[in-house]
């Protein structure tokens, strides 16, 4: 059982639709991650939170609005997407960035946009 | 500009064998490693990491060995079994203070039975 929990597994959306992405975790851990992953690629950082503020944002474009809104929650809130968005969007955390620390990944929302 | 290649995307290797999967590193700032096992459908699990004061750690069947002067990791399995079979990453960060983890291309490891 991963710690990090994502949902929805898996989200068909339309380019007009509004939807969100959500992760959970409970590890106490004060930095969260958006990572977007496309077939046979490794996984891309989007945005990173520390201590629930926005950390970084990898140029990524608007229609991708990551939230956090408590230390244990992420969204990653989507809008007018295009169907090359479509990929695996992995959630992770970490303790924070003052110690080597690794990577705890959900298990991801396969995102299609048709 | 990949700053982490991996140059084997895939392997295979016979039961019992063992595997040893490559990764290759430019930058000289990277200060920590990471090795992560990927099974379809799944986010990638965590399996061993090495910091760059050291050159080898281990953790019952996986071993990490870092050249720094190479800028070269690489991941030893031994023995290797079936359930191995999956994707492995490596990654690396330039110290802390920094939040950007970043991936190799992946070597897909099949172990054949």
């Known amino acids: 059982d991963t710690e990090v929990t994502q949902t929805p597994k898996h989200l068909v959306m339309g380019m007009t639709n509004k939807k969100s992405l959500k992760c959970e975790q409970h590890?106490?851990?004060?930095?969260m991650y958006w990572y977007k992953q496309k077939a046979k690629k490794p996984p891309e950082l989007m945005f990173v939170?520390?201590?629930?503020?926005?950390?970084i944002n990898e140029s990524v474009p608007s229609r991708f609005s990551p939230e956090c809104p408590n230390s244990s929650l992420l969204n990653l809130h989507l809008h007018a997407l295009q169907p090359e968005d479509s990929a695996l969007y992995l959630c992770?955390?970490?303790?924070?960035?003052?110690?080597?620390?690794?990577?705890?990944f959900g298990n991801g929302t396969r995102l299609t946009v048709t | 500009d990949q700053q982490v290649k991996q140059n084997s995307p895939s392997l295979s290797v016979q039961e019992g064998r063992i595997s040893i999967l490559n990764c290759d590193y430019t930058n000289s700032m990277f200060d920590y490693f990471l090795w992560y096992k990927k099974y379809p459908a799944e986010g990638p699990t965590f399996l061993i990491s090495?910091?760059?004061?050291?050159d080898k750690n281990e953790d019952g069947r996986f071993t990490v060995f870092l050249n720094k002067s190479a800028k070269h990791l690489s991941l030893h399995i031994v023995p290797s079994q079936p359930g191995d079979s999956a994707v492995y990453f490596c990654a690396a960060i330039p110290g802390t203070g920094t939040y950007k983890y970043i991936f190799g291309t992946g070597t897909r490891l099949k172990v054949l039975a």
């Open positions: 590890m106490g851990h004060r930095a």
């Open positions: 090495i910091s760059s004061i050291k």
């Open positions: 939170y520390s201590y629930e503020k926005l950390s």
């Open positions: 992770a955390s970490s303790q924070d960035s003052q110690v080597y620390s690794p990577l705890h």
